[in-house]
């Protein structure tokens, strides 16, 4: 039944495009018409096509709801699309009931049209992206530096100040004493002193500035002028906060997965170093017809996918699940609830890198075979509810840094090791925070120190 509803949903833009074939065929029909009575409509051609534009767009708008379901569409256009879209399909309905009188209906017939064409872009933005309809399409090729060998200040954090500040804060103005065009000047400050603390972006100026409202006659960059992105600010905060190091690079760092994407696209990189998405996405429909699985792709431009075995029950077994792996990295959420996989089936786990949401309840997969987890660094969240799993799991899962959320109900787990075990990953994750913490102020000593120096060199540079 899934799968028909799937298939009928994955109908919708294919079927789109009649209603708004008819419509504007009709739309051509009544104002040839008009100007060349020659050409005149009769009253059953009009009642003829406006019908099958009625009927299809009904269609169109059923099958539609059966798509935004299965899809992870950006909700904002969706939901536009859907608003648009039920809208022409009402004004159809209200064209075939005032088809008689001349003047309203030729006025709801253009109102119609605008409808029409707004719900048609917005479907087509969501298929296809935003740069769909620019004469500029941006490619993979603007890569500045390769994210290996890149530095995070002098690839990504000064290139930004570039950008935004230094019209103002360089060599040929630099307003409130401030120069944001080299490491050096950056480091010596404004008339106020230190623009950043490394460490604590809250409580530097350069931020403080930046989140004052725009209306504030300090707001930087100044009313008027282009601002910062939220990825940008974004950006910055974290530079800051981690130490605001100047001479690492990115490889050296440990960089948060969205803040890895924001560098990543300041750098000119595609998001993710992944398999090409049109490759993954042919593969995974091949075996989504060959096992029944459901595979949804996260975003519309993201390569990474969803997998969803849970409707194949003890059909999928660790066989499929090899056969699965292919699309190893490309997956992030895997469901294989239900499923008769085994311990045997998930040493094919390993290569989903990027898995992040797993579910394996009611399965017959026990504490012995969730060692097979262990390569799984981005796991955030894993389902072991109703399987055979005992206190055992603690010492197999131990290592995964990333876990926030595991689903233990109805297993042998007692009480007592959930517990301990929460104890102990919660101080895990504290001490990596920590560890985190202690290198940044590391970075910062060796910013004072910098700044120490600066000051002597130049002792009258500042008031
Ligand atoms: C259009 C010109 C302009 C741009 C662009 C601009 N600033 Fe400024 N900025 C000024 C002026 C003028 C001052 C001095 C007046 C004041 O203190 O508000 C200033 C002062 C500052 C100060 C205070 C220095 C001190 O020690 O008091 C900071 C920090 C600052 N800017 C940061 C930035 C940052 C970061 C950017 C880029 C994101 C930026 N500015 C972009 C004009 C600009």
Known sequence: ?????????????????LPIGFFIFLIILEYTGYWNKKFKLS?????????????????????????AQQSNYS??????????????????????????????????????????????????????????????????????????TALIYSDVIQPLFQER????????????????????????????????????????????RIHLSLDSKEH????????????????????????????KHISDISVPTYMLDIIYAKLGVPPTPLPDRLSILERAH???????????????????????????????GDDQLREIADLGPAIQVLDLGLTGVTDRGLVYLGGMK???RLQLDHTRVTSAGLGALEPLTQLESLNLYS????????????SLPSLRHLYLWNTQVSKSAAKTWEIEHTNLLRKKHFAEQIESIKDQMTHEDASANVGESFPNSKK
Not at 44 to 49: A, K, N
Not at 175 to 192: F, I, P, S, Y
Not at 234 to 242: G, P, S, V
Request: charged share 15%.
């Open 1 to 17: 039944m899934q799968l028909i509803v799937n298939f009928l949903g994955r109908l919708h833009p294919l079927v789109g495009h």
């Open 387 to 398: 399987t055979a799993i005992d206190d055992l799991v603690f010492k197999q899962i131990k």
């Open 286 to 316: 091949v075996l989504e017809s060959k096992f029944g699985i459901i595979v949804h792709s996260l975003s519309a431009e993201s390569p990474y996918i969803e997998v969803n075995a849970r409707f194949c029950g003890n059909k999928f």
């Open 354 to 356: 990027h898995l992040q």
């Open 220 to 247: 930087m960059p100044p009313k008027g002028k282009v601002q910062l992105s939220e990825d940008e600010d974004a950006l910055l905060q974290w530079w800051i906060d981690i130490g605001a190091p100047t001479n």
């Open 165 to 208: 500040c230094v019209a103002c804060h360089g060599s040929a103005k630099n307003n409130g004493d401030l120069r944001l065009d080299t490491n050096e000047e950056m480091l010596k400050g404004g008339k106020t002193g230190f623009v950043f603390k490394a460490g604590d972006a809250t409580s530097s100026l350069i931020i403080k």
């Open 75 to 148: 909700a904002f256009l969706l939901n536009q699309h859907r608003l648009y879209s039920l809208i022409f399909t009402a004004l159809t309905l209200i064209l075939y009931s005032i088809r008689n009188r001349v003047f309203v209906y030729r006025l709801v017939l253009v109102v119609s049209l605008f409808f029409l064409i707004v719900a048609g872009h917005l479907g087509a933005r969501l298929t296809h992206g935003d740069n769909y309809f620019s004469l500029i399409q941006h490619q993979d090729s603007n890569l500045k530096v390769h994210p290996q």
């Open 43 to 67: 009253a059953s051609i009009r009642h003829f096509t406006l019908t099958l534009s009625i009927l299809f767009a009904v269609l169109t708008a059923t099958f539609g709801l059966l798509l």
